[in-house]
């Protein structure tokens, strides 16, 4: 059965009392509201087929903080979307409300309030940070679902944006849109961008070393073949790895590969520099590019220490969190529709973000054939509890590699000491 769709403005409370009720695009973080929403309907004329089962509404939860750019144009590309998966499944129906984020702890802290006080009206997904989605299945407040594996094969989503999802051998999530920490160059460098050519280059790259949690470190960690758990998945650092990392540290150090400010800088710092022309190169987020990226971008893998890249990859996840099973096939449905390249990988990069699949890739100035072949080479970023117990003391050692003279066996005993048991 095909419905001919219009848009009427009408109170959102009106709605839930339509059985017939569309695709409805709601702003704020009420639960419910009773403010002016846009709803689409069907054709006020049609009818339900004799014998047709009962529609399944499905709500979605989507933060307004996620199109870092173009917020017209993605949300816009994401209705269009859901229009098109509700007209090719009549027994179908979607809530989408964008929820407007004004605490530090976003999403969850949503999911949290709700699921205390009105689990009934959980979204059947929602999109969450990879911290959030994490934070959100420990906590129980989101469910695995069955299935994932298949839509993942079937959209060519790449596995290190995958590996968050699973969390403790169940599948919490598929990712929506992906990020990457990449080395950026405002213009082409011929021949290689290891971190010895960038040295011989005598380049100078920008970097957030003061963040928190160690991320370039404990990248470069990982690419020596680093673990960060031990036999029994409890925190650890190779205290050997560790050692070959810190001594390159110390010699980027030595010769002023990082800019001074890189010191004292998160990502959003170095990001401003680049985008500033304050810098020709960076190692950054490509979500914190921005919308201002030089006509002569050009993006390679993070280098590793050895032959074997950096980079690491996160991103956004879509998770459902309604425990209503007569919404299962529904909702598995709709997330096959919401991860299909042909529409996710543009959205991504419409709203600043990167495709999280090897298909449907925009045709992009910046060396198109290779930055998908970079980002299924990439590895997962490790899961934030896991960065929040290690990610200070691979900060502290580094930063002591690079302003000290300690010697690096002495700061490689302390930075172990204080994690492997």
Known sequence: ?????????????????????????????????????????????????????????????????????????????????????????????????????????????????????????????????????????????????????????????????????????????????????????????????????????????????????????????????????????????????LKEVLTFIREMGNTHTFTETSLHSGWMEGAIAFSAGDVSSQVNWYSLLGDQKPATLQINALPGISETPATLASGWYWAGANTNPLHTEARGALLEALTDPTFASPWSMVAGNLPVSSEGWPVLPEEPAALPAILAAARALPDSALLATVGPVFREAAMSALTTSDSIDEIVSFATERINQ
Not at 52 to 79: H, I, N
Not at 143 to 165: Q, R, S
Request: proline share 8%; glycine share 8%; with cysteine.
């Open 1 to 241: 059965m095909g419905f001919m769709h219009k848009v009427v403005l009408i109170p959102l409370i009106f709605c839930l009392l339509l059985s017939a009720c569309g695709t409805a695009i709601n702003r704020g973080n009420e639960i419910p509201s009773t403010t002016q929403e846009n709803i689409i309907l069907p054709d006020a004329g049609s009818t339900p087929d004799p014998g047709e089962p009962e529609r399944v509404m499905l709500t979605v939860w989507m933060p307004d903080t996620f199109p870092g750019q173009s917020v017209s144009r993605s949300q816009k590309m994401l209705e269009d979307q859901i229009l098109l998966f509700v007209s090719s499944h009549p027994g179908i129906e979607v809530d989408l409300r964008y929820k407007n984020i004004q605490t530090s702890q976003g999403m969850t802290e949503l999911l949290s309030t709700t699921y205390r006080v009105a689990p009934a009206l959980l979204p059947d997904l929602v999109l969450l940070t990879q911290t959030e989605m994490e934070s959100a299945a420990i906590k129980g407040m989101i469910v695995p679902m069955d299935g994932l594996g298949e839509i993942a094969t079937k959209n060519h989503l790449l596995p290190p944006f995958l590996a968050p999802g699973m969390i403790q051998g169940s599948s919490f999530a598929l990712p929506a849109a992906g990020d990457a920490l990449l080395l950026f160059n405002d213009s082409p460098v011929t021949g290689e961008n290891s971190w010895q050519a960038i040295q011989t280059r005598s380049s100078r790259v920008a970097a957030g070393l003061n963040d928190v949690d160690g991320t370039l470190f404990i990248a470069l960690y990982l690419s020596m073949g680093g673990s960060l758990l031990d036999a029994d998945n409890r925190p650890y650092i190779d205290p050997e790895i």
